[in-house]
Nanobody, 119 residues
């Protein structure tokens, strides 16, 4: 079994910064992609940013230029640097990782960490 443990959420003022981190409980597995999702109250969960094993990244339009995703393949960690935060970034942020093994696909989710942007 694999667990994803997030850290780094909290309360920040508009324009401020936060860094989220996520660590997988096993370092011996390879994840095809490690992503960050978020879910605001009353809204669907949405992809914020993702990064593949090769380092290819993708971002939602709403965070491009403000957020940066990075990962350490050796440690199986993924981070999200969030700058110029806005009140609309307020949400629970979830770490996600996907592993492929043969024809099977395995999806893993963290427990979520709250990010609140407010003055």
């Amino acid at each position: 079994q694999v667990q994803l443990v997030e850290s780094g959420g909290g309360l920040v003022q508009p324009g401020g910064s936060l860094r989220l981190s996520c660590a997988a409980s096993r370092r011996d597995l390879s994840f095809v992609t490690m992503d960050w999702y978020r879910q605001a109250p009353g809204k669907q969960r949405e992809l914020v940013a993702g990064i593949t094993t090769d380092g290819n990244t993708n971002y939602s339009d709403s965070v491009k230029g403000r957020f940066t995703i990075s990962r350490d393949n050796a440690k199986n960690t993924v981070s999200l640097q969030m700058n110029s935060l806005k009140p609309e970034d307020t949400a629970v942020y979830y770490c996600y990782a996907r592993r492929n093994y043969g024809s099977s696909r395995y999806d893993y989710w963290g427990q979520g960490t709250q990010v609140t942007v407010s003055s």
